[in-house]
């Protein structure tokens, strides 16, 4: 099993920059995906960036160019760096792992709140 503590977060304005740290505890060689997710009130959560175990990179378009996704040599902790936000950025972002065999792992939620 793998645990999940996300850091980071809060309130910026428009063209801010915030960045959300997850550190993994537990299994934490048998995950195979590390990423972030977020989930607007009334919205079905969605990707935003993720780590493949080979080192492959994926990011939602939305955010693409805007946001960075990093980790540590020892892949129990990884960042997500948020430049130039947007209001629409607005909503509660997940650090998530995906790992054998136990499948997927969560994070508690941390609220990031874009003003205009």
């Known amino acids: 099993q793998v645990q999940l503590v996300e850091s980071g977060g809060g309130l910026v304005t428009a063209g801010g920059s915030l960045r959300l740290s997850c550190a993994a505890s537990?299994?934490?060689?048998?995950?195979?995906?590390m990423g972030w997710y977020r989930q607007d009130i009334g919205k079905q959560r969605e990707l935003v960036a993720r780590?493949?175990?080979?080192?492959?990179?994926d990011y939602a378009d939305a955010v693409r160019g805007r946001f960075a996704i990093s980790r540590n040599a020892a892949r129990n902790r990884w960042y997500l760096q948020m430049n130039s936000l947007k209001p629409e950025d607005t909503a509660v972002y997940y650090c998530?792992?995906?790992?054998?065999?136990?499948?997927?792992?969560w994070g508690q939620g941390t609220q990031v709140t874009v003003s205009a």
């Open positions: 998530n792992a995906v790992s054998k065999p136990a499948g997927d792992a």
């Open positions: 537990g299994n934490v060689a048998s995950i195979w995906y």
């Open positions: 780590f493949a175990i080979d080192g492959t990179k």
